[in-house]
T-cell receptor, first 115, second 114 residues
Framework: DAGVTQSPTHLIKTRGQQVTLRCSPK?????VSWYQQALGQGPQFIFQ???????QRGNFPDRFSGHQFPNYSSELNVNALLLGDSALYLC??????????????FGSGTQLSVL | AQSVTQPDIHITVSEGASLELRCNYS??????LFWYVQSPGQGLQLLLK??????LVQGIKGFEAEFKRSQSSFNLRKPSVHWSDAAEYFC????????????FGGGTRLMVKP
């Protein structure tokens, strides 16, 4: 049973460019969340998708957007990249959205470097 | 707004010694509390969680944590550390009906001396 898979594992972009990160949730899961983890810091919640809609959003600008597909996979898009967007982007999946006691499964992340 | 503080950025212990990692949280209601571990190049793995009931929570890999409301703390403990426990440890707080929106602390990096 595959866990949460993310692609690509590493990515290098230039300031001002746009990037798309992808996530496939664990089998049986229908909710996907995205977190940003800057070097030396804890993860920060970006947003959560359930039933193809953004349900919760953290304190991130509109440059960060996402999408969830009917098969529950998800994309994170970041426009107009800044140097400060360099981070490890983690995807987490669970079953159902409203109950915090659902166990979150995290992927290994996509390391984004903005030059 | 909720917040989590992990006062120790780095901790070094000898293999076989006991371990306690500190976590203090700020939240207005009863918190949902978590400890996660992250090995280099890996995602986060849940060690244990507290929602209600018994304030001493048992987790995987021999870890336990104790919720102390009066101190707003949720410290992680292990009686005997193994070299494989070297990793980054994160405490997190969530809220009822907040879905998967967790607030994480800055993490504590654990190093284990042979």
């Amino acid at each position: 049973d595959a866990g949460v898979t993310q692609s690509p594992t590493h990515l290098i972009k230039t300031r001002g460019q746009q990037v798309t990160l992808r996530c496939s949730p664990k089998s049986g899961h229908d909710t996907v969340s995205w977190y940003q983890q800057a070097l030396g810091q804890g993860p920060q919640f970006i947003f959560q998708y359930y039933e193809e809609e953004e349900r919760q959003r953290g304190n991130f600008p509109d440059r960060f957007s996402g999408h969830q597909f009917p098969n529950y996979s998800s994309e994170l898009n970041v426009n107009a990249l800044l140097l400060g967007d360099s981070a490890l982007y983690l995807c987490a999946s669970s079953f159902r959205t409203g109950t915090t006691n659902e166990k979150l499964f995290f992927g290994s992340g996509t390391q984004l470097s903005v030059l | 707004a909720q917040s989590v503080t992990q006062p120790d950025i780095h901790i070094t212990v000898s293999e076989g010694a006991s371990l306690e990692l500190r976590c203090n949280y700020s939240y207005g209601a009863t918190p949902y509390l978590f400890w996660y571990v992250q090995s280099p190049g890996q995602g986060l793995q849940l060690l244990l969680k507290y929602f209600s009931g018994d304030t001493l929570v048992q987790g995987i890999k021999g870890f336990e944590a104790e919720f102390k409301r009066s101190q707003s703390s949720f410290n992680l403990r292990k009686p005997s550390v193994h070299w494989s426990d070297a990793a980054e440890y994160f405490c997190a707080v969530g809220a009822n009906n907040a879905g998967n929106m967790l607030t994480f602390g800055g993490g504590t990096r654990l190093m284990v001396k042979p």
